[in-house]
């Protein structure tokens, strides 16, 4: 409720604002606030009473310190995006072994989004005890000569930088989606049928009248999502995790079912003069089944070299080691090699395994926050007050356990005029 209370008002004229009601409303229980709203002074309902109130319940750099006080080593893990005012935002997170993994820090403005801009946020922190570094694999994060990382990584050698693997990973999904036409005609044939439905609120009421009579229990059509390929499966009905004859028998049976038409080959096209090789006829597959079996595998093959591409980043190597490491020891295997280039890679400093990241999701959360927080209506608060709204939104359960007696003796201790005016709580 803290965030509703301080979310919405403007200015203290402004008595058709949210704010002013909420007051009114609590005036009901507390007549202490009617008698301070009728006041024509000293009514602290401004908005620079507001920030202070907010800058005294959400200290970000008092959470941070006793959260990540006592930990040894961190890793740094930011993202960059546009808020609701059109104005670059940068996240900052920590990871670190503790209670809490990993959290929200807070966003910084910034005028230019590029590798300097991005490195000089950043270094505001002390990098001696950074071990890790985890962004998205933009250009100017990831640049190998003056990225972001590569900037990091010459004040900290040890701080190693890491590409989401979940991005790593829809990468490679989109890369293999544009290298099978089949896929991509399914894609578009989906995004088609979406068009048709969801544009129209008439045609998806006919749909949906459709769905309940013809097949009740069945979820319904879902929007695709455009850019987060590893979620597009939740908008088909099959995943691509079976033997390809299971798989087949499979979508035969709902074929027929549905009363669908068969599937037929498509026309046969002679290879361009100028790939012919020899006087040998060319090859074409005799059935459906054979057709799409070899789409299949294909689609497989390039997958593998996918990820393999996107996942080969030069820390992997490290992550592998580990992984085969903690394998072979719960195995009771040889890990002795293993071993060794940990212990060279770390030194003293083994530690660190635990703050290695693998992916940047708590950035990505942060970013749904901030457009909660920082919507259409709300596109002018200052950065301070944006900062503290969110820290109150994200760090949930340190809002709770607020005691605000201690929050107002501290805002009143601020000035001598309202120690006298409301004294100690």
């Known amino acids: ?3 509703v209370y301080f979310w919405t008002a403007r200015s203290l004229e402004q008595t058709d604002s949210n704010f002013y009601p909420l007051l009114l409303l609590g005036g009901i229980d507390d007549v202490t606030i009617c008698g301070l709203l009728a006041k024509k002074q000293d009514r602290y309902t401004s908005p620079q009473i507001q920030n202070e109130l907010l800058q005294t319940m959400a200290p970000s750099e008092i959470i941070i310190a006793s959260s990540i006080r006592d930990a040894r080593y961190i890793t740094i893990m930011a993202d960059e995006m546009t808020d609701a005012s059109n104005r670059e935002q940068v996240v900052e997170c920590f990871r670190w072994v503790g209670s809490d993994f990993e959290d929200f820090v807070g966003f910084h403005k910034v005028d230019k989004v590029n590798a300097d801009m991005l490195a000089a946020v950043i ?3 002390d990098l001696h005890n950074c ?13 190998s000569r003056t990225g972001t990382a590569t900037q990091l990584h010459h004040v900290e050698e040890r701080a190693i930088c890491t590409h989401c693997y979940g991005h790593a990973l829809n990468l490679a999904v989109a890369d293999v989606v544009k290298q099978s036409k089949v896929i991509r005609d399914v894609l578009d044939t989906v995004g088609e049928i979406n068009k048709l439905l969801k544009y129209s609120p008439r045609r ?17 059509f879902r929007t695709r999502c455009p850019t987060q390929w590893t979620v597009i ?14 798989l087949w028998d499979k979508v035969s049976g709902m074929q027929e079912k549905l009363q669908i038409d068969q599937a037929m080959l498509p026309r046969r096209h002679k290879a361009p ?10 090859t074409f597959t005799e059935t459906v089944e054979d057709y799409f079996r070899a789409e299949y595998y294909v689609v497989i093959d390039a997958a593998l070299a996918c ?5 080969n980043q030069p820390g992997y190597q490290t992550y592998h080691c580990l992984e085969n490491l903690l394998a072979s020891a719960l195995n009771g295997t040889d890990y002795q090699q293993d071993l060794n280039f940990i212990a060279d890679f770390y030194g003293d400093d083994i530690d660190k395994l635990l703050v290695m990241p693998a992916t940047n999701a708590v950035s990505e959360r942060s970013a749904s926050a901030l457009r909660k927080v920082k919507t259409y209506l709300r596109t002018t608060m200052c950065d301070t007050r944006l900062n503290n709204l969110l820290v109150l939104h994200v ?3 340190c809002c709770d356990s607020l005691v605000l007696a201690v929050c107002l003796n501290q805002f009143v201790s601020d000035s001598e005029h309202r120690l006298s005016l409301f004294g100690k709580f």
Not at 131 to 143: F, L, N, T
Not at 233 to 246: G, N, R, V, W
């Open 204 to 220: 998806d009421s006919l749909f949906e009248q459709l769905k309940s009579s013809v097949s009740p229990g069945t979820v319904g």
């Open 307 to 311: 990820i393999r591409q996107r996942l």
């Open 395 to 397: 760090h949930k359960d």
């Open 131 to 143: 071990r890790g570094q985890c962004y998205d694999g933009a250009a100017k994060m990831a640049r």
């Open 1 to 3: 409720m803290i965030n």
């Open 273 to 282: 003069r100028q790939f012919e090789v020899g006087d040998g006829q060319g």
């Open 233 to 246: 499966a939740s908008c088909a009905t099959l995943i691509i995790s079976e033997l390809f004859s299971l």
């Open 123 to 125: 270094k505001d922190v």
